[in-house]
């Protein structure tokens, strides 16, 4: 993982100076990675592996892939061994078994997790978004191996939340740059505040995954509730949400205090001035807050 990991910081200086496109900056992220796969019903769950060091998990949201973490990932191999799945059903794992539910995603991940890194072994888990539901499920069917359970902008609280301006669909129009322009759009209503941060590489990242997703969030987040896996939970619980999360705002604090009915330690962060996608648009504070709540569980 060490060659790895300098080849992808070449591979970084080379790039910083010529200038690569947001396509490139992906796959480069990609090669440096250990691709590996497990069982997912009639096809594979397809997880990339990027460090070494106690097993971290990262799921991502709906109509996502491990991109939604691309901004994580060098910072955090550091110190962990980063697994990043595609959840069934997203990027390039196939779709999960009929009946679709947050419960047999999460056991199926638990699996595969246990397969990767041992079924004796322990680790933490981030879910974002629809991830974190899964999450949820996925430390129910681990048991006591998962320690340490981070939810960012987490579905499946049933907390309440404002109304969302529509997003616009983006499959039937005529050109690229069409396309392109209603991603972004997209974006700064669902996933990130501040205008000036949707960058190329976010508009990049989102086309690819709308175009690859068969399995969103609307078509989980309806099946189960992360009362489900919190209960009974005793690894460390914490919460990290964005001032504006667009699928929370105004209510981002009630989602706090209704982690703290399954533990009164839980720890809730809210971060000033982003929106849902956290660890895109503040991946330095988001980083710092995610090592220190793992190092300080494991």
Not at 108 to 120: F, K, N, R
Not at 138 to 160: I, M, Q, S
Not at 244 to 269: C, I, Y
């Amino acid at each position: 993982m060490r060659l790895r990991r300098d080849a992808w910081r070449r591979v970084c200086h080379r790039m910083t100076v010529s200038q690569p496109t947001p396509a490139e900056l992906i796959a480069a992220l990609e090669r440096a990675s250990t691709r590996r796969t497990t069982q997912n019903g009639a096809g594979e769950v397809v997880w990339r592996v990027w460090g070494t060091g106690m097993p971290l998990v990262l799921l991502h949201g709906g109509t996502g892939s491990w991109m939604h973490w691309v901004r994580n990932i060098e910072d955090l191999s550091r110190d962990f061994m980063l697994l990043v799945p595609d959840l069934p059903g997203s990027g390039e794992s196939g779709n999960p078994p009929v009946p679709v539910s947050a419960d047999s995603i999460g056991a199926t991940l638990a699996a595969g997790l246990a397969a990767i890194v041992g079924a004796q072994t322990c680790f933490a888990i981030a879910g974002f978004s629809m991830g974190g539901l899964i999450a949820g499920y996925l430390v129910h069917h681990a048991g006591p191996r998962a320690h340490c359970l981070v939810l960012v902008g987490a579905t499946g609280t049933g907390a309440p939340r404002g109304a969302m301006q529509p997003l616009k669909s983006w499959r039937r129009l005529a050109s690229d740059a069409e396309k392109a322009a209603t991603h972004r759009h997209n974006l700064g209503i669902l996933m990130i505040h501040d205008p000036a941060k949707i960058d190329e590489p976010a508009v990049t990242m989102q086309k690819i995954n709308a175009e690859r997703s068969r399995i969103r969030g609307k078509h989980v987040s309806h099946t189960g509730s992360l009362a489900d896996g919190l209960s009974g939970y005793r690894g460390r619980l914490a919460g990290i949400w964005g001032e504006f999360d667009a699928t929370a705002f105004p209510h981002v604090a009630e989602r706090g205090e209704w982690l703290r009915k399954f533990q009164p330690q839980a720890s809730f962060d809210i971060f000033p001035g982003v929106g849902h996608w956290v660890q895109y648009e503040a991946r330095e504070a988001f980083n710092r807050r995610l090592r220190e709540l793992v190092k300080a569980a494991g």
